[in-house]
């Protein structure tokens, strides 16, 4: 389920310090996003930050709530979010703390993906 437009508002206030925070509606969700980058997703009005390697160690805290998932083909896939804790919700410095590392993964994904994206040929050109 999407965030209700209060929890919206409140995230992008509260997130505001990281530069231009959107939400978008994907996939039965709400995408989370600062300058065009999906730092967190929202379902039911819980915010989920995304993780990699780099601040899965910074995140421990949240590692004892189950992931983002979804189901597949019987099988679950946990995605790489991971739930906020809802102490930040009354401790705003330190959601933004957690919110740029999220970010900071977010900047690493996308970067990976521009590396790994098959560059296209161009068609030679008549003479």
Same mark, same amino acid.
């Given at each position: 389920?999407?965030?209700?437009d209060?929890?919206?508002?409140?995230?992008?206030?509260?997130?505001?310090?990281?530069?231009?925070?959107?939400?978008?509606?994907?996939?039965?969700?709400?995408?989370?996003?600062?300058?065009?980058?999906?730092?967190?997703?929202?379902?039911?009005?819980?915010?989920?930050?995304?993780?990699?390697?780099?601040? *899965?160690?910074?995140?421990?805290e949240? +590692?004892?709530?189950? &992931?983002?998932?979804?189901? /597949?083909?019987?099988? $679950?896939?946990d995605?790489?979010?991971?739930?906020?804790?809802?102490?930040?919700?009354?401790?705003?410095?330190?959601?933004?703390?957690?919110?740029?590392a999220?970010?900071?993964a977010? *900047?690493?994904?996308?970067?990976?993906? +521009?590396?790994?994206v &098959?560059?296209?040929?161009? /068609?030679?050109?008549? $003479?």
């Open positions: 389920m999407v965030a209700s209060s929890f919206a508002e409140f995230l992008r206030e509260q997130l505001a310090p990281l530069g231009r925070v959107t939400m978008r509606r994907m996939f039965g969700k709400t995408g989370v996003f600062c300058d065009g980058l999906m730092l967190g997703m929202v379902t039911d009005d819980t915010l989920y930050f995304r993780v990699d390697d780099h601040n *899965r160690a910074a995140f421990k949240a +590692q004892s709530f189950p &992931p983002l998932n979804y189901e /597949k083909k019987g099988c $679950t896939i995605l790489s979010f991971w739930r906020a804790p809802e102490r930040l919700f009354d401790e705003p410095d330190e959601l933004v703390t957690w919110a740029r999220a970010l900071g977010a *900047r690493r994904v996308a970067a990976k993906r +521009q590396r790994t &098959p560059r296209r040929k161009s /068609k030679p050109q008549p $003479t």
